[in-house]
């Protein structure tokens, strides 16, 4: 008699655990797809190899993607008298710059209106910038060559033998690590966002653009994951 119910009751058990065990392997599953996922959103996407690129800064010294290696550094284009989106482009990586105060880091900003953009004119605006790294450059060169740059990073510059177009930019920023990738963080909709606005903003989402508005979204992101690529 005990016998018998020892084994209905064992038979029990079997059945419980069979039960439970599927159950225990899904939450071990669903918690690992779950960590998965949140390291994924963290860590940034690889958009793909920088451009090369051989440019004179400032100083008339020859700048090109492999001195960059070993730094992280920021790429824009732009021009020395823009008006408009130029000075706020700048003003928010000098934050940057600011903010993260390291000789790993560096900025590139290459000049769409070269003729204008002389390694000397350039070396004025730097200063009168209050530009204090030395890792900074203020690019110039030929302008078509420029333009294939442009292409080849994805960011826009406008044609130069469109006259109305020839000095509209994008205000889009690259993002490049000490290998030489750009680098980017996943958006809200968890998709890489390729890269960063140079921009100020009318509202804390950075949904509306406005030269003097109070929000700089995009500049704090560079913050964060410029440290990230520092610490890699």
């Known amino acids: 008699m005990y016998s018998k119910k020892k084994s209905k009751k064992a038979l029990g058990n079997r059945k419980i655990w069979k039960a439970t065990v599927p159950a225990i392997l899904l939450a071990i599953i669903f918690t690992g797809i779950v960590v998965g996922m949140s390291y994924f959103r963290k860590s940034l996407f690889t958009v793909m190899t920088v451009p090369d690129f051989q440019l004179m800064d400032q100083n008339g010294k020859m700048i090109s993607n492999k001195d960059m290696l070993g730094k992280v550094y920021l790429v824009e284009f ?6 408009t989106i130029c000075p706020v482009m700048n003003n928010n990586m000098k934050f940057v710059d600011r903010e993260i105060n390291s000789p ?37 060169g030929d302008r078509d060559y420029i333009g294939k740059i442009a292409d080849e990073f994805n960011i826009y510059v406008g044609d130069k033998e469109d006259e109305s177009e020839s000095l509209n930019h994008s205000g889009m920023i690259a993002l490049v690590d000490k290998n030489g990738k750009i680098r980017c963080r996943y958006g809200t909709n968890h998709t890489p966002i390729l890269y960063y606005s140079g921009l100020n903003y009318k509202d804390a989402e950075g949904k509306t653009p406005q030269l003097n508005g109070p929000y700089h979204p995009e500049r704090q992101w560079l913050v964060e994951d410029i440290r990230k690529l520092l610490d890699e």
């Open 104 to 140: 790993d880091f560096g900025i590139i900003s290459v000049s769409i209106d070269p003729k204008r953009d002389t390694p000397e004119v350039l070396k004025k605006y730097a200063d009168a910038l209050g530009v204090k790294n030395p890792n900074w450059h203020f690019l110039t």
């Open 78 to 83: 732009f021009y020395s008298t823009c008006p």
